[in-house]
């Protein structure tokens, strides 16, 4: 080895261990000061704040008078610095021990000391474009650690009136203004030009301070200024309330290059009516302002700071709480989520508080998830008693051939998508700053239009696909469900459910049948569903389905679940026909399905009525059923003879059997001995336009508890175009069907239940009538009570 070799190892062996045996002296130093502070009143803590009358000066005045209020109290000591490259110097250097600092500077000098750039081989410190010129070697002096973020500041760009700046390249030469040099709100606008494509050197700026800016905009001196500060700032108010300047939104293009190359900012709106004459929201991108602290990375200094800085962090936390509500500040503490990226990590301390209220937040879900699934149950409980719940219950087919299920589905996933995406995607994509954008495009990429220029985050893009795919099946079943509700023989989209004729095990002879219900007349426009069996003929399924409102469905009578759907309940009539002569229509016997047609009338109502809880057993022949337990349809059932009519007996309440072809047959030898009944039962059955058809209508209150003469006589007197013919009432019985009285004895009363039958031109004009009968009623009852007068003032009149 050369003696210069040697000399100079040595000198370099001598130089490191100097610098060891200043870094023991000064942390004996700093152990001696902590035992002369613990033995006397403890030193305040060093706060780095901003210029004098700035809000960052006001916001550490105010928090240092709640620090002092806390238990235990806190002093600190406020240091009014040049901005936020003053406060991060202080932290790195060790000068101050909490600051600060716009979450910009802070998260690039974190980046600087965490680089892998080292010294260099002449041993002079590496240095790179960071924030505040900060290098890499003042920054290794320390680890960043975040307290809390606090408030958001909103970057304004200000423009002269009326100029309209859709890019930078339209500044030229005219001044502009970016900040007051050291602050953060200049740095924040050196990145954003930079942004755009220029240095600072290219740009002619305007040397001054914030107020000289805003003078000089107010005479029209300055073209723009940039400023970083809370939205609905009063200064910017009141220069934009004088008409002289507004709020330009920043360009798209400038926008994504900044949230690209530095993830510390997000997109923000500032809002509309924010100021005076705003009527839209303003693009632009926000910064939020957070409290620091640096521990040295000297594991003696380190010990220091823990003893000093940790044990104010519990008070500076509840100090920034109580003045959190402070309109003057406007603070929103935050331990994550105020940034796309968020490198700093949380000191100890703030992190296990995070932890906690994290903690507490997620019992409180919990509780109310818990509450709300008690409610349910418990209402579900409350609803099954009630026999409410199934109310609404179909089938898994019914569900599948339904078209609202997929749309509704649609629109969950679309609503779905809009949420994640915008919460993914609003902070970092101009394009996507509010929930309609997210949900416009969220429609485009579910109805099949999928595109990655729009979002820009993977998972984002994988919530898009995902909606695609799902939005395209859904879209797919929607379809289908359309065209099998359109193929089928008759759209059931549009039935009407109430009011309706049900034909039970129709057979091909009863065609007359459906052209008498659809000849004119009460039932003419009602809806009719029609249950056929599999023998029925094509040709005769043809001539159905050319039927208006007429419904074909084909499945067995017999069963009740097939029933349930025809809603019997709310019909206006039920007919059951006999079999056929072929064996497969001889299958469906009248006698069962009526008992089908009860049943199905309590599983409709929700209530097992069909089911005896004393025999657990369905209804049959020989139990008595009562229409007063459920709602029953008047039903008539087409019998072979008188004998067979004794079956239905337990039925008679809400179901008439009619022996059809006796009455035929009656009727044809009635027609065949007096040639005029076949007109005359034409005429009445045949609903023309110039004949009289018979009616039954419920009386009104006042001709209750009246006799039949009273009735009748008032009938005959109603002022009617073609008037109308009393011929009888209609009196429910206790058990069985209702009795028939055809020119009754007068002196019968009216009972509540009756109904009138009477010959009309048709049934509008029989109500109107009835319902402007009470002062001839009341003109009829005085002339029987007094034939006398009545008698003189007929000869009077004649």
Not at 540 to 563: G, Y
Request: glycine fraction near 8%; aromatic fraction near 6%.
């Amino acid at each position: 080895m050369s003696p210069d070799n040697f000399l100079s190892r040595r000198r370099s062996d001598a130089a490191r261990l100097s610098r060891a045996l200043a870094s023991i002296a000064a942390a004996l130093c700093v152990l001696l000061l902590a035992v002369a502070a613990d033995a006397g009143e403890p030193a305040p803590l060093r706060f780095g704040a901003g210029a004098k009358g700035g809000g960052f000066a006001l916001l550490g005045e105010d928090l240092a008078r709640a620090a002092e209020a806390a238990r235990p109290p806190l002093r600190l000591e406020v240091a009014h610095t040049k901005g936020s490259c003053d406060n991060i110097r202080g932290l790195l250097r060790g000068e101050l021990d909490v600051a600060l600092v716009q979450y910009d500077v802070a998260a690039e000098a974190y980046n600087a000391g965490h680089s892998d750039v080292g010294l260099s081989d002449e041993g002079a410190p590496a240095t790179g474009g960071w924030m505040c010129a900060l290098t890499a070697e003042d920054a290794r002096r320390a680890d960043l650690q975040l307290i809390s973020a606090l408030s958001d500041g909103a970057v304004h760009m200000l423009v002269r009136r009326p100029v309209r700046l859709d890019s930078f390249d339209a500044i030229g030469d005219r001044p502009i203004y970016l900040g007051k040099r050291g602050s953060g709100s200049y740095e924040t606008a050196k990145v954003l030009v930079g942004a755009a494509g220029y240095t600072v050197d290219d740009l002619n700026l305007f040397a001054g301070s914030s107020d000289d800016a805003l003078t000089a905009l107010r005479e029209q001196r300055l073209l723009m200024m940039l400023r970083t500060t809370e939205r609905g700032d009063p200064d910017i108010a009141a220069v934009v309330a004088s008409g002289l300047a507004t709020v330009n939104p920043l360009p798209e293009d400038v926008l994504d290059r900044l949230i690209d190359g530095y993830p510390y900012y997000r997109i923000c709106p500032i809002e509309p009516r924010t100021y005076h004459g705003l009527d839209f929201a303003v693009p632009t991108v926000c910064v939020t302002t957070v409290l620091l602290s640096a521990r040295p990375r000297d594991p003696a200094l380190a010990l220091a700071h823990q003893q000093r800085v940790d044990a104010a962090v519990p008070a500076l936390l509840d100090g920034l709480r109580a003045i959190a509500h402070d309109p003057a500040h406007k603070l929103e503490l935050r331990a994550r989520g105020f940034a796309e990226s968020e490198p700093i990590p949380l000191h100890p301390l703030a992190a296990a508080r995070e932890s906690e209220a994290r903690w507490r937040g997620g019992l409180k879900v919990a509780l109310v998830l818990a509450l709300a699934l008690l409610a349910g149950l418990l209402l579900r409980r409350w609803l099954r008693r009630r026999g409410l719940l199934r109310r609404f219950g179909v089938g898994i087919e019914g569900h599948l051939s339904n078209p609202l299920v997929p749309f509704a589905g649609f629109a969950l996933i679309v609503g779905i998508s809009t949420f994640i995406v915008w919460l993914i995607e609003h902070d970092s994509n101009a394009r996507l700053r509010t929930l309609n954008d997210s949900f416009w495009e969220m429609n485009t990429l579910a109805t099949g239009n999928f595109s990655t220029e729009t979002i820009k985050s993977s998972t984002a893009r994988f919530v898009g696909a995902a909606a695609t795919i799902f939005g395209l099946g859904l879209l797919a079943w929607f379809t289908a469900a359309l065209t099998n509700i359109f193929a089928q023989d008759q759209t059931r989209l549009f039935q009407r459910l109430r009011g309706h004729l049900v034909v039970l095990n129709f057979r091909e002879d009863m065609l007359p049948l459906i052209r008498l219900l659809r000849s004119p007349g009460p039932a003419q426009h009602r809806p009719i569903h029609v249950m056929v069996s599999e023998s029925l003929p094509r040709r005769v399924r043809l001539q159905l389905a050319r039927v208006k409102s007429l419904t074909i469905h084909q499945e067995n009578p017999e069963v009740p679940e097939n029933l349930v759907g025809l809603r019997l309940s709310r019909a206006a009539r039920v007919i059951i026909l006999e079999g056929g002569a072929t064996r497969e229509a001889e299958i469906f016997h009248p006698l069962r399905i009526a008992r089908a047609v009860h049943h199905a009338c309590a599983l409709a109502a929700r209530r097992d009525h069909g089911v005896l809880a004393t025999t657990n057993r369905p209804a049959i022949a020989g139990d008595r059923l009562e229409p007063s337990a459920i709602a029953l349809p008047r039903t008539l059932v087409e019998t072979s003879d008188d004998a067979a009519g004794a079956l239905f007996d337990p039925f008679r309440a809400w179901l008439t059997p009619l022996n059809a072809r006796d009455l035929a047959h009656t009727w044809l030898a009635r027609a065949a001995t007096d040639p005029h009944f076949a007109d005359f039962f034409t005429s009445v059955v045949s609903f023309r336009d110039d004949n009289a058809e018979i009616y039954t209508v419920d009386p009104p209150t006042w001709l209750l508890g009246k006799t039949w003469r009273l009735v009748r006589r008032t009938l005959y007197a109603l002022e009617a175009p073609h008037g109308i013919i009393p011929l009888g009432i209609t009196r429910p019985a206790a058990a069985g069907p209702e009795s028939l009285l055809l020119n009754p004895d007068l002196a019968l009363v009216l009972r509540p239940g009756d109904r009138l039958i009477a010959l009309s031109e048709d049934a509008s004009e029989l109500t109107r009538a009835l319902r402007a009968s009470r002062r001839v009623a009341e003109a009829q009852e005085a002339a029987l009570q007094n034939p006398t007068a009545s008698t003189s003032l007929g000869r009077l009149r004649a």
